[in-house]
């Protein structure tokens, strides 16, 4: 069946530590995106990619990095310089075309330790 | 600013009743409206998506209305069941086939009791 596969389920970071979350498609979708999702507020857009080797800023890039290397595939890397990393990252892909739901991933609940 | 508002409150109601869900939205003109349901510590599903010039869609117990005067979306879930408890998000779509970036609301938890 398609999906989205995300990887680990739970990760624990130390400060200073870069981690980075997997992210995998076989829905064969151009479009991808990064979510951070705290208590009592909405789904905060990361990063998002339209097409391989691509990808642009969300609402809170900072102290994030992606690739889009293939089509598949959407690794965020946490790094140190995120002040406050602990939280629930959902991936997400849909068709590039109008008109299409999101499929999201399980998700990974990120801690820092 | 775009804003997105759902029922803050939970929601609580007896199995078998229809369960309505609201989501209001101000300074912003979707051309789609879609709606989630996600489970704790589970990614969002989407069940329905609504098109502006759509006033309503069903799919199986799921019905949502689209009132783009009011800025207004319902919700309904027919004949409810424990089974449909869970939190439920809206989300507006406002450059489909562009870039495609949605606006989240907070989303209203549903519990359906037995």
């Known amino acids: 069946d398609g999906g989205i596969t995300q990887s680990p389920k739970y990760l624990f970071r130390k400060e200073g530590q870069n981690v980075t979350l997997s992210c995998e498609q076989n829905?064969?979708?151009?479009?991808m995106y990064w979510y951070r999702q705290d208590p009592g507020q909405g789904l905060r857009l990361i990063y998002y990619?339209?097409?391989?080797?691509?990808?642009q800023k969300g609402d809170i890039a900072e102290g994030y990095s992606v690739s889009r290397e293939k089509k598949e595939s959407f690794p965020l890397t946490v790094t140190s310089a995120q002040k406050n990393p602990t939280a629930f990252y959902l991936c997400?892909?849909?068709?590039?075309?109008?008109?299409?739901?999101?499929?999201f991933g399980s998700g990974t609940r990120l801690t820092v330790v | 600013s775009q804003k997105i508002e759902q029922n803050s409150e939970a929601l609580n109601i007896q199995e078998g009743k229809t369960a309505t869900l609201t989501c209001n939205y101000t300074?912003?003109?979707?051309?789609?409206l879609q709606w989630y349901r996600q489970d704790p510590g589970r990614g969002p599903v989407f069940l329905l998506l609504?098109?502006?010039n759509e006033k309503e869609k069903r799919k199986e117990r799921l019905k949502v209305t689209f009132d783009t005067t009011l800025k207004q979306s319902l919700f309904h879930i027919t004949a409810s069941q424990p089974a449909d408890s869970a939190t439920y998000l809206c989300?507006?779509?406002?450059?489909?086939?562009?870039?495609?970036?949605?606006?989240w609301g907070l989303g209203t938890s549903l519990a359906v009791n037995p």
């Open positions: 997400a892909s849909t068709d590039s075309g109008p008109a299409y739901g999101y499929t």
């Open positions: 829905l064969n979708h151009d479009a």
């Open positions: 990619s339209q097409i391989v080797n691509d990808f």
């Open positions: 300074n912003y003109s979707p051309a789609y």
């Open positions: 609504i098109r502006e």
């Open positions: 989300a507006l779509d406002g450059d489909a086939g562009n870039n495609r970036k949605l606006i």
